[in-house]
């Protein structure tokens, strides 16, 4: 692993609804990415191919079902021609991508996070373990081993999605794998929870001493006019609240202003010693005889088959 490399945090506006369109652009981004020096570069939450902001402004049993339709045709599957493209984008560019998705599994959508290392491999996709408030008319859960981290060509990288970042056992479970670089993704759009984020992914670097590479989505007025007068009041476009943060705290990069943009930093390695010098959250900041944390990390499933 490097000492030092370069991080990129893409805040981007999916073409909405639109798998096929939304990936030709990241594919694009990516590639750039790679030409400006970057081995890192991470997409917003559920950017292919979009956030399911009509369950903020419509009717769950009429109006929303059009939407859920095209979002359900539209979404992601593991063994898709998307995932491919994409595997060769970050391959082409020698550049590791995480890409937020709306994954299909069956007949169930997932927000997931799809980690592709800087060779093409899928390294892995982590779920969202619970859809927060009005997500749950569109996604399943997660289990223990989206608490997962990963060996990467980066170094130790773990992930987490929007409002899990308030949940202390979550954020433990994945920095106490040793985390080094973190990945936030979050929807653009909600004004409202822009502090909440800035809050929320600086303590995160505080608390792991690791990086943090967060990402909001962009809304678009263009986005929000297919929703119809019901958004009307409802729904702002924007979403500029994404950044890189270095352990400790300190913002690297942050955008000038809420459209999309692409934030560049480079991620010193040593800045994490130098703050595990102070606190080390799984070392000798830890207190394991006083209390411990328990995760069950398996993939459940519905279906135990016994023979016998």
């Known amino acids: 692993m490097a000492v030092s490399l ?4 893409a805040q981007l506006a999916p073409v909405f609804l639109d798998r096929d369109a939304s990936t030709e652009k990241a594919c694009a981004t990516i590639a750039d990415a790679g030409k400006a020096g970057a081995r890192l570069i991470v997409f917003p939450e559920t950017y292919l191919p979009g956030y399911p902001y009509w369950n903020l402004v ?16 539209q979404a992601v599957t593991l063994d898709s021609p998307t995932v491919k493209l994409l595997g060769e984008a970050a391959r082409k560019a020698k550049c590791m991508a995480v890409i ?19 060779n093409g491999e899928v390294l892995g996709c982590r779920r969202k373990l619970v859809p927060t408030h009005h997500e749950r008319m569109t996604w399943g859960r997660g289990d223990g081993i989206d608490l997962d981290i990963y060996e990467t060509s980066v170094g130790k990288l773990g992930a987490l999605i929007c409002f899990e970042h308030s949940n202390p056992l979550y954020r433990y479970a994945v920095q106490a794998q ?39 989505g962009v809304l678009t007025q263009e986005i929000i006019d297919q929703f119809g007068e019901s958004a009307s009041g409802k729904l702002q476009p924007g979403g500029g609240c994404s950044a890189i943060i270095a352990p400790g705290g300190k913002v690297l990069a942050k955008p000038a202003h809420d459209g999309e943009t692409v934030l560049y930093a480079e991620l010193d390695f040593d800045s994490i010693t130098d703050m595990k010098e102070m ?27 016994s023979s016998g």
């Open 6 to 9: 370069i991080a990129a945090a």
């Open 58 to 73: 419509r009717d769950p049993f009429t109006n929303k079902r059009t939407f859920f339709r095209r979002l359900f045709d």
């Open 279 to 305: 606190v080390d959250s799984i070392g000798h900041y830890a207190r394991p005889d006083v209390v411990q944390l328990h995760l069950t990390r398996t993939r459940r499933s519905p279906l135990v088959v």
């Open 100 to 118: 937020g998705i709306n994954e299909r599994d069956g007949g169930t959508l997932y927000n997931s996070q799809l980690i592709i290392d800087a």
């Open 178 to 216: 040793g985390e080094q670089i973190h990945v936030a993704n979050w929807p653009g759009g909600m004004p409202w929870i822009d502090g909440i984020i800035d809050a929320a992914v600086r303590h995160y670097a505080f608390e792991g001493q690791c990086f943090v590479i967060s990402t909001t």
